[in-house]
């Protein structure tokens, strides 16, 4: 019989991205359901937190604002304690992996925000203690559950683009400095000695978007920059940004299709959101975003004519009809909680496992040695049992 109950560590969740999306927006909404449901349709698990970190005040703070009856600072006594069945690190990637070791020798399921760690090495070594140790692990794929990428999913599985041809992606927004205003992100970003750089944030992504929608990444040429070379930190202090703000990308992936993804905090938006993926394909193509999917057929293509003499008064973006929400989608976090719980009470499939995030740091290494030697950077197959050879420059 299934448990009525799965506590949960959350290590690190007084912090942004696991108080907004894995607290408030995914762990509590399940808990105020009733709980995670169950393969069967009737039985429910329901989810019981604690709250981990080194400020028990501000921790406190948080458990009587949501109503949860369980803080610690101390991670070896929870770790320790069996009534705690998972646990979830959203700390800083340079604390990541320690954190990670502990749970996985404690025996607990484990679930982590990527990237897994800051080398292929302590990855894949991550990978193979879990599998020595048996137990359950995850790592957060959350882009994959986004209404436009399933969508864009779906259009992928009806064979509505024919032969997939290509890829082309524009990521990114304009991030303050932080001396006229504020900057939106912590300015630990954007220092490489302490874990910063959009290569090692986004490519992670990047690389399970592309091998869940179109084929595994071949090889990759990238293009690095810190545009911004002083920034300003939360305090006032002014700083040298040592990490890459920018990085422009050719990937190969299997099947010959190519992607070219721009990934940037030093652009303004000239798009309808954040991200976007033009997706070209013999019969069609499409352009999704994070909520909203555009898609052209082939018997519906406008014939373009070059003309720099005349102005073109054509609206192309008319041409366009948008994928109706026919199907409703929760909140990315969310699902892959529930996808990850249901996997450690009844085996249920999760293929977005410890190895999966090794080859989103193996994409990210790639692509800083590609940067760094201006040649393209062919990827080799990564697995738990073989030795790896990461990558060579070709």
Not at 74 to 85: E, F, I, R, S
Not at 303 to 323: I, K, S
């Amino acid at each position: 019989m299934p448990p009525s109950r799965i506590g949960i560590i959350m290590n690190g969740a007084s912090g942004r991205m696991g108080y907004r999306q894995h607290l408030t927006r995914s762990i509590l909404p399940i808990r105020d359901q009733g709980g995670v449901l169950l393969s069967d349709g009737r039985t429910r698990v329901q989810v019981e937190p604690i709250l981990v970190g080194r400020d028990r005040k501000k921790l406190q703070e948080i458990a009587d604002r949501h109503n949860i009856a369980h803080v610690s600072t101390d991670l070896d006594a929870c770790l320790a304690d069996p009534q705690w069945d998972i646990y979830a690190d959203f700390l800083l990637t340079k604390a990541r992996v320690p954190a990670l070791h502990k749970a996985i020798d404690a025996g607990k399921a484990t679930y982590t925000e990527k990237p897994t760690a800051e080398s292929l090495d302590a990855a894949l070594e991550l990978a193979r203690r879990a599998q020595r140790a048996g137990i359950k692990n995850g790592v957060v794929h959350d882009k994959l559950f986004l209404p436009g990428l399933v969508k864009l999913k779906t259009l992928i599985d009806s064979g509505f683009f024919g032969k997939i041809l290509s890829v082309r992606g524009e990521f990114g927004y304009w991030v303050f400095e932080g001396d006229w205003q504020p900057a939106q992100r912590p300015s630990w970003n954007y220092r490489a000695e302490d874990g910063g750089g959009i290569i090692v944030d986004m490519f992670p992504h990047w690389n399970y978007v592309l091998e869940y929608l179109f084929g595994n990444v071949k090889s990759v040429y990238a293009a690095a920059r810190t545009h911004i070379p002083a920034r300003v930190d939360e305090t006032g202090v002014a700083y040298t940004a040592t990490a890459d703000d920018a990085a422009y990308a050719i990937f190969e992936l299997a099947g010959g299709i190519v992607a070219q993804l721009n990934s940037s905090w030093t652009v303004r938006v000239h798009r309808r959101e954040l991200v976007e993926f033009q997706v070209d394909g013999t019969h069609g193509s499409a352009v999704a975003g994070l909520f909203d999917c555009r898609v052209q057929h082939r018997t519906l293509t406008p014939r373009p004519v070059w003309n720099p003499d005349l102005p073109d008064t054509h609206n192309y973006l008319a041409d366009w009809t948008t994928v109706p929400d026919n199907v409703p989608v929760d909140n990315g976090f969310k699902v892959q909680w529930e996808q990850f719980i249901r996997h450690v009470v009844e085996d249920a499939p999760h293929p977005y496992d410890f190895l999966s995030g090794a080859r989103g740091v193996q994409l990210a290494e790639a692509g800083l040695q590609s940067s760094r030697t201006g040649t393209r950077v062919q990827l080799r197959e990564l697995t738990l049992e073989a030795p790896h050879d990461v990558a060579v420059s070709v």
